[in-house]
């Protein structure tokens, strides 16, 4: 079975512009999850997402939001981009949401540099 | 509200020696799970094990072990006879069963084996 796969690994912008993550989950998945990892602040999360709907929000400003194709494949955007937004971006894949008996996987992440 | 915490910043051993990784957690709800994921350089986080609030038994998986001790609100990790290849940043992590899949970590213990 194939893992959690984020598109891109990798990206640079500049300040002020936006971007969009992608993250495709393990087959038959349908709650998806987003997680920044910075050195100062480790690893927060961002939102969830299930069976197309925002299911839970962490602390984090407006210009990050997200959503979540019928596939269960999710996108995150920031937009107006802030040097503070460098960091790596997680996506994790869960059966359903919550709940004792699955597991919550990892993708690679998207390391995001802001110039 | 729910915090992880993980005093050892950084622990370096030596190959084969044993070393323990502890974590201390709050919640305020009586269900919820507690989680330990382990970050290799490539960045991904690999799932190692969860454990339920109303399931108190340690548990052993080859070399490693956990202890989980509700009445000092503690998860602790420790692995035996160490490996390089177990050099590596290891969070714990809380999930609440009112908070679906959202995971909070702590801040991680970077574990370096030298050989």
């Known amino acids: 079975k194939a893992g959690v796969t984020q598109t891109p690994r990798y990206l640079i912008k500049t300040r002020g512009q936006q971007v969009t993550l992608s993250c495709s989950p393990i087959?038959?998945?349908?709650?998806v999850s987003w997680y920044q990892q910075t050195p100062g602040q480790g690893l927060q999360f961002l939102f969830e997402?299930?069976?197309?709907?925002?299911?839970n929000k962490g602390n984090f400003p407006g210009r990050f939001s997200g959503r979540q194709f019928s596939n269960s494949r999710s996108e995150m955007n920031v937009s107006t981009l802030e040097l503070g937004d460098s960091a790596l971006y997680l996506c994790?894949?869960?059966?359903?949401?919550?709940?004792?008996?699955?597991?919550?996987?990892f993708g690679p992440g998207t390391r995001l540099t802001v110039l | 509200a729910q915090k992880v915490t993980q005093a050892q910043t950084e622990i370096s051993v030596v190959e084969k020696e044993d070393v323990t990784l502890d974590c201390v957690y709050e919640t305020r709800d009586t269900t919820y799970y507690l989680f330990w994921y382990k970050q290799p350089p490539s960045g991904e986080l690999v799932f190692l094990i969860r454990r339920n609030s109303f399931d108190e038994q340690n548990e052993i998986s080859g070399r490693y072990s956990w202890n989980f001790q509700k009445s000092t609100s503690s998860f602790n990790f420790t692995i035996t006879a160490s490996q390089v290849v177990d050099s590596a940043v290891y969070f714990c992590a809380l999930s609440e069963e009112t908070s679906g899949s959202r995971l909070t970590f702590g801040e991680g213990t970077q574990l370096t084996v030298n050989p």
């Open positions: 997402y299930f069976s197309e709907t925002q299911r």
């Open positions: 087959s038959g998945h349908r709650s």
């Open positions: 994790a894949s869960r059966f359903t949401s919550g709940g004792p008996n699955n597991e919550q996987f």
